[in-house]
């Protein structure tokens, strides 16, 4: 079921464009994933999502207009000097909760977040991992159903990592849907069902998440050669099943690791010159890599 | 209503919590502490001097009320609030108990120390916290339209914030010579009305009503800016 859909959002900062017509759709209980250069407009998109800024044009249709949408900003967690507790407390009155709902959630955010025992400790005493639990407990005080998260892993240690991404998997399990941006190759791997990708600040590209699964040290080959490209192309993608695509004098083939050297080989004595060589990660360095274009390895 | 209850509460709660608090309002009580130290004092002079304090101080007190929270906290907090109006004017308001406190401390002091050589009398005590609280009011909206809310680049604040109220204290010198010619003095803040009222003699009995449409018009004033202030937030960015 789709819980909302943008359509057509832009957005520019003075002479600045940031975002340039992006649509997409979000699903109930699906994960989607941000990902691009720094600038990219990744958090501007995640705040025009949440209602902090409006776009200059397009729409934003939602499921129902009373959905609630939960965000956790890019930030260093709050220096208040609030316990847990008295802060979801400040975040539920001034969202207007009525104090027994208002109750009844926080205890239950505490379970979920397993921070029952430290309720009363000021957040300020809190590690880094507990802090940024509790930014997103006052996001999910109201109950949520689309939760944004904008680099939620950012500065934490792996132990918090994992914390966070188990009670993101038992978010999405409780039917949530969640946006998020992040850097973190395992998070993207673990998490996302989608993977967007924003490129030059305007184009949005869209790849299903099923590299995580089948593409375990792939390896990019750009090859320019003398010999016959549709040669060339016929043989990588019959014979070894590869992903290809050919422009004028180049050919850009994606292999299995396992057929890799014997390709190379093949292709060099077919008279191709290799012009690079480079791994495919999962995740996030597989957008890096095959969108940016990241040289690891030059011939 | 129940927002903005809990908004209020909210930033009063993390103001008065928050170290930032504890500068200005010490150096208030100290300073009008100093100015009774010795006795006895004038009624109405020295209530006109701590008033012009307090103006000052609530500069500062406006800034940290305003600057509390970090940037990430400010989204969270406007999407609670769900709406930008509420959520600046809980901040004014904040800043106006502020003021209006520091205005009971300082017309009281003075009293329960028993530092004036005449008899206090009711008339005094209204002159002196509408001085205190009116001139408060007045730091409040002017000082507001030089926080991060507006002013793009923070290191602006503190000059601006500055600038506007000596700016607004000095214009008291100079209004009868150049400012009453041009009408000028109708644009600018009315600091300079207070300190008339407040230069009157001790013996007053009854206020004037033109006490009162002086103070009205420095209310009216600060209610124009604080409207300015709330336009001009109306556009500005909430994530920067």
């Known amino acids: 079921m789709q819980i909302m859909e943008l359509q057509k959002i832009s957005k520019r900062y003075k002479r600045r464009e940031i975002l340039n017509e992006l649509s997409f759709k979000v699903q109930r209980s699906e ?102 639990k509790v930014v997103i407990m006052q996001a999910m005080l109201e109950k949520v159903e689309l939760l944004i998260l904008d680099e939620p892993l950012s500065g934490l240690d792996y132990n918090s990592q994992k914390d966070l991404e188990t009670l993101l998997m038992e978010l999405k399990r409780n039917g949530m849907s969640i946006i998020f941006t992040c850097h973190e190759t395992k998070l993207l791997e673990a998490l996302a069902d989608r993977i967007f990708f924003l490129k030059d600040k305007k184009i949005m590209e869209e790849r299903p998440i099923l590299q995580k699964n089948i593409t375990k040290n792939k390896l990019v080959f750009e090859i320019h050669s003398e010999v016959s490209l549709e040669e060339l192309s016929s043989y990588l993608e019959i014979h070894r099943q590869s992903e290809v695509t050919q422009e004028v004098n180049v050919i850009e083939a994606i292999l299995e690791q396992q057929h890799t050297d014997e390709v190379l080989v093949e292709i060099l004595e077919k008279g191709a010159s290799v012009k690079q060589l480079s791994p495919v990660y999962n995740g996030q360095e597989a957008f890096n890599n095959h969108f940016i274009g990241e040289q690891v390895w030059r011939n | 209503m129940e927002k903005l209850k809990g908004l209020f509460l909210y930033y009063l709660s993390n103001y008065l919590r928050s170290y930032k608090s504890i500068l200005p309002i010490f150096l208030y009580i100290f300073a009008v502490a100093v100015n009774y130290g010795y006795t006895p004092n004038p009624i109405l002079d020295s209530y006109s001097l701590t008033s012009l304090v307090l103006f000052f101080v609530m500069g500062w007190i406006v800034v940290t009320v305003f600057h509390a929270e970090d940037f990430g906290q400010r989204q969270i907090t406007l999407l609670h609030a769900k709406n930008k109006r509420k959520y600046y004017l809980t901040l004014i308001l904040v800043c106006m108990l502020m003021g209006c406190l520091l205005s009971i401390f300082a017309v009281a002091y003075p ?130």
């Not at chain 2, 600038?163 to 600091?191: A, D, Q």
């Not at chain 2, 009503?209 to 937030?233: A, D, E, K």
Request: aromatic letters at 10%; a positive charge; proline letters at 4%.
């Open chain 1, 31 to 132: 994960i989607v994933a941000l990902v691009g250069e720094n600038g990219s407009g990744k958090s501007t998109l995640l705040k025009i999502i949440a209602g902090l800024i409006e776009p200059d044009s397009g729409k934003i249709n939602k499921r129902n207009k009373k959905m609630k949408i939960g965000y956790v900003p890019e930030i260093p967690p709050p220096a208040l000097p609030f316990t847990i507790s008295s802060y979801l407390e400040h975040m539920g009155r001034i969202s207007g909760m009525g104090k027994d709902l208002l109750r009844e959630r926080i205890n239950h955010l505490l379970k979920l977040f397993e921070l029952q025992d430290s309720c009363n400790t000021k957040i300020g005493h809190l590690s880094k991992g507990m802090k940024q």
């Open chain 2, 111 to 240: 009293i329960i120390m028993n530092s004036f050589g005449v008899k206090v009398h009711l008339v005094h005590i209204i002159m002196g916290f509408l001085s205190h609280f009116i001139l408060s009011v007045l730091a409040i909206s002017l000082s507001a339209i030089f926080t991060r809310e507006v002013v793009k680049n923070r290191a602006n604040t503190w000059w601006g914030v500055l600038s506007i109220l000596i700016f607004s204290v000095v214009i008291v010198s100079v209004k009868e010579k150049i400012l009453y010619v041009s009408g000028l003095i109708w644009l600018l803040p009315p600091v300079h009305l207070s300190l008339e009222i407040m230069g009157a003699d001790d013996g007053i009995k009854t206020i004037p009503l033109i006490y009162f449409l002086q103070f009205g018009w420095i209310v009216v004033y600060s209610i124009f800016l604080v409207g300015l202030f709330l336009i001009l937030v109306r556009y500005r960015r909430l994530d920067q």
